[in-house]
């Protein structure tokens, strides 16, 4: 009875997959993740799930002594899943925010990034000045999406379309349906170089940081971010960065420098 209870309220935003949930309800610990979502957590040509945040959950589960399980959910779901505490903790490349603040805790950031816009490399779309009266998509909830709310009609765009994931909003770009897409510049980066047929041509400056998202003042996530820090003395999360993006980090930023916890300002 408890498992159907799991499953009816675990079907927010979209259809997890039956046997990650079963095998979640075994773990320790429950992970929420868009899996699809490169190149931070994804599957591998042998259905692995893989990634930048992958890696790193793992590792902070192994020094909590602690088994793991990621449950794949839609970005927008992420949120009244921890929130409900039907998972434990959250990671898709989230962006810490101050409205986020007010609902959920975040551990200290471990990525620094920006949004950015992609294109067909045909289109002869060179930067956001080129998207007026165009489609543009973004991923439900995220940043991109709050972006182009905000600043949408600054450039006269004429339909914003919303997708669960980067997979799905690639395949409309290829064929056509939409013009551009706003999301991640690391994802999209890692997506396109080996892609001719796409360019990603404006990098949208937003400031964002990516941290691991639990509860509202859950005491997980204090004990997740004293291993953050120990992660980045230790040089470990600056080995991920290499592994997943080819180039080292830079010392001033979130992967490698020690930081608070985040707080509403």
Known sequence: MQLLSYLKSSLVGGVLAVSAIASANAADLTVGANIGNVPWEFQDADGKTVGFEVDLVAEVAKRLGKSVEFVNIPFNGLFPAVQSGRIDMAVSSITITDKRLESVTFAQPYYDS?????????????????????????????????????HGADYKLAETRRYEGLSPAMLDLVAGRIDGYISDIPALLYYVKDKPNLKVVERITTGEKYSIMFNKDAPLATEVNDILTELKKEGFIAQLHETWFGAKPEETTSTVAVMDMPTLK
Do not use: H, P, R, Y
């Open 114 to 150: 920006d949004q950015s816009l992609t294109v067909a490399a045909a289109s002869g779309i060179e930067g956001m000045d080129g998207m007026a009266g165009k489609i543009v998509g973004v991923d439900t909830g995220s940043t991109g999406d709050m972006w182009v709310g905000k």
